[in-house]
């Protein structure tokens, strides 16, 4: 059985895991699961987590030591199937209700193993998009670079919360070693390894994720 996986990775950000929360439990269509690493937060992240999906069985939350973003990823390995569709979403990012519902409509279309989508920045303290979509712009194949990426260092990718990827990939990937490397910008992996597997990319302007600055 194929499941549309929100893996959420957090630490230390109370102040934005609800709002982030929220947007991923009212997709208009809704995530099968929903994966919750917090990173041995020290702050109130677990308490605010725990309250929001009380009582929700499709919501798992990992609580782990401190060790970065690549651990976070590698954590969830065990909870995702190579059938599933994985999204990735730092707690800071919101994905507006419609976001879920365009990716899947445009890989109705487009299949593919990798899908960037844009970052519409704000640094209000509420996320003001209500909507995913932005932009009419045509959808972007991006054909492996393989040797692009391991000549140039030259790929193709977004940032975490833009991204999502087969679960096949997902395993392809991951665990991934060198995690006290990767504490941070973990999206890199995700990124160069798709490019050095030669995977090809689809890029959907027209999508837009909430990425909050601060």
């Known amino acids: ?12 950000y109370s102040s934005f895991i609800s709002e982030c929360l929220y947007g991923v439990l009212n ?33 798992k939350i990992i609580s782990k030591m401190n060790g970065g973003q690549l651990s976070a990823f590698n954590a969830a390995v065990n909870f995702i199937s190579p059938s599933d569709r994985v999204f990735f ?9 419609d976001y879920l519902s365009l990716v899947l409509a445009n890989l109705k279309i487009h299949p593919s193993e990798f899908v960037y989508c844009a970052d519409r920045i704000f640094s209000s303290t509420n996320c003001p998009f209500k909507s995913a979509f932005f932009d009419p712009i045509e ?70 994720i909430g990425y909050r600055t601060h």
């Open 89 to 97: 979403l730092d707690s800071d990012d919101v994905y507006p209700p």
């Open 139 to 208: 959808v972007d194949h991006v054909p492996p670079t393989s040797a692009l990426a391991q000549s140039a260092l030259c790929w193709f990718g977004g940032p975490t919360s833009c991204i999502s990827i087969s679960g096949e990939l997902f395993h392809q990937i991951f665990p991934f070693p060198f995690e006290l490397d990767w504490k941070s910008r973990a999206d890199d992996i995700i990124v160069y390894a798709s490019s050095i597997l030669g995977i090809d990319k689809l890029y959907i302007p027209s999508v837009g």
């Open 1 to 12: 059985m194929s499941n549309n996986v929100c893996l959420i990775t957090n630490y230390n």
């Open 27 to 59: 997709q208009s269509i809704p995530f099968d699961l929903v994966i919750i690493v917090d990173d041995g937060s020290t702050d109130n992240s677990l308490n605010v987590i725990s309250q929001a999906v009380r009582g929700l069985p499709f919501v």
